[in-house]
């Protein structure tokens, strides 16, 4: 008799069980990917939030809307901490760095 899996309803599971589990180097990637999507957002949201465009922020901190477009895109990995606090300083924020457990499946 051939051995029957639980069926999964989930999709995500489904997909993370498929791309993901077993393989670090994906999951790792997978991190890094959500990181850099995460900060992308919330520059983003920032500068909508004080009705700012990407020219007048860049002009607060001293920089090119180019690089304001560049750090709101979820693929740009070369995010510093240096910019992100001048993001901050100018949008009345403060950057705030936490380490979090990764989570391991057993």
Do not use: W
Request: with cysteine.
């Amino acid at each position: 008799m051939a051995k029957t899996l639980k069926p999964a309803s989930d999709a995500v599971e489904i997909l993370h069980r498929r791309f993901y589990e077993g393989k670090p180097a994906r999951l790792k990637n997978l991190e890094e990917a959500r990181a850099n999507e995460e900060i992308a957002r919330k520059i983003h949201e920032l500068r909508a939030a004080a009705d700012l465009t990407q020219t007048q922020l860049a002009r607060l901190i001293g920089t090119t809307a180019s690089v304001i477009c560049r750090l709101e895109d979820a693929d740009y990995e070369g995010h510093s901490l240096a910019i992100l606090r001048r993001i901050a300083g100018a949008l009345n924020q403060r950057v705030e760095i936490r380490f979090i457990p990764i989570r391991r499946s057993a």
